[in-house]
C-alpha cells in the first residue's frame, strides 16, 4: 500500500507509504534530508498503554485500499500550503503492541516555524481524513472501534 511520489530528485513529497512492517524514524528522517534545510521536524506516534481512562495492551489498524491514495493526496495538499523542501510520512496497519511506532512522519524546511506548522497540519489532515481506523484492546479484555465513520 505505498507510492512513490519521488520521481523527480528535487520533489518535497518523498515518501509516503501505508504499510504492516514495523517503522523506521531513521527511514522518515533521511527522507526529509535536503541541502536547504535549517529545520527538519518529525512527530512519532506511538501505542500508549491508557485511554479515556482505560488500560491499552494492544491494538490493530486497518486501512481502507483507498487510504494510501488519501494520505498521498493529503501530503501532496501540505506540501502545496507551506513552504517546505520535503515531506514524508509512513502510517503502519496491523497488530501493534504498546510502544510500537504507529505512525512517523514530518518536514524539512529553511525555518523552523514552518516546519513546526507543515507536520502539524500532516498528521491533523492524515487524522481527520486518510480511512485508517483503529480497534483498540483494553486491559480488562474489551475493545472499541476508534476513529471509525
Known amino acids: 500500500m505505498s507510492t512513490d511520489p519521488a520521481s523527480a530528485p528535487d520533489a518535497v513529497v518523498r515518501l509516503v507509504e501505508v504499510r504492516s512492517s514495523d517503522l523506521s524514524v531513521?527511514?522518515?528522517?533521511?527522507?526529509?534530508?535536503?541541502?536547504?534545510?535549517?529545520?527538519?521536524?518529525l512527530f512519532v506516534g506511538r501505542v500508549r498503554d491508557h485511554d479515556g481512562g482505560q488500560g491499552v495492551h494492544g491494538l490493530g489498524y486497518?486501512?481502507?485500499p483507498t487510504a494510501a491514495a488519501e494520505l498521498t493526496a493529503v501530503a501532496a495538499e501540505?506540501?502545496?500550503d507551506f513552504d517546505?523542501?520535503?515531506?514524508?510520512?509512513?502510517?503502519?496497519?496491523?497488530?501493534?503492541?504498546?510502544?510500537?511506532?504507529?505512525?512517523?512522519?514530518?518536514t524539512a524546511s529553511a525555518h523552523r516555524g514552518v516546519a513546526f506548522?507543515?507536520?502539524?497540519a500532516l498528521i491533523d489532515r492524515l487524522k481527520a481524513r486518510v480511512p485508517i481506523?483503529?480497534?483498540?484492546?483494553?486491559?480488562?479484555?474489551?475493545?472499541?472501534?476508534?476513529g471509525t465513520p
Do not use: C, F, M
Open 26 to 41: 531513521d527511514e522518515v528522517l533521511a527522507a526529509l534530508d535536503h541541502p536547504a534545510s535549517g529545520a527538519v521536524d
Open 117 to 120: 506548522d507543515a507536520t502539524r
Open 62 to 64: 486497518v486501512a481502507h
Open 84 to 106: 517546505i523542501d520535503a515531506l514524508a510520512v509512513v502510517h503502519r496497519v496491523g497488530d501493534l503492541a504498546v510502544g510500537d511506532l504507529a505512525v512517523v512522519l514530518g
Open 133 to 146: 481506523w483503529k480497534n483498540q484492546r483494553y486491559d480488562d479484555g474489551s475493545d472499541d472501534w476508534v
Open 78 to 80: 501540505v506540501a502545496a
